[in-house]
């Protein structure tokens, strides 16, 4: 069982930066692959980006490859997403999870067992 609990949202103008957090609980979370999606208005939820579990592997969305950088803490469990270079198409509600996978990354959300409640990112024009 893996708890996970996202932070870090909020409102910033077009250009700036956001680290997202993503504290997670639970002894299988060390092993777990990690991953970064978001749900914006009327679009369904998407893929931006995960890391394996030793966080030697990452694998990122093209729209957000070269601006968003995750990476993982494992001694204090917590997954982040820095995100650089916002634009207002980045809005979303973004959420994290872990999945099961002794070799490497995982794109697709039915990989996927464990979620967060998701935080708000909003970026202003």
């Known amino acids: 069982q893996v708890q996970l609990v996202e932070s870090g949202g909020g409102l910033v103008q077009a250009g700036g930066s956001l680290r997202l957090s993503c504290a997670g609980s639970g002894d299988t979370f060390r092993t777990s692959a990690m991953g970064w999606f978001r749900q914006a208005p009327g679009k369904e939820r998407e893929f931006v980006a995960s890391?394996?579990?030793?966080?030697?592997?990452?694998m990122y969305d093209d729209s957000v490859k070269g601006r968003f950088a995750i990476s993982r803490d494992n001694g204090k469990k917590m997954v982040y997403l820095q995100m650089n270079s916002l634009k207002p198409e980045d809005t979303a509600v973004y959420s994290c999870a872990a999945g099961f996978s002794p070799n490497g990354v995982l794109r697709f959300q039915d990989e996927y067992n464990y979620w967060g409640q998701g935080t708000q990112v909003t970026i202003s024009s």
């Open positions: 890391i394996s579990w030793n966080g030697d592997r990452t």
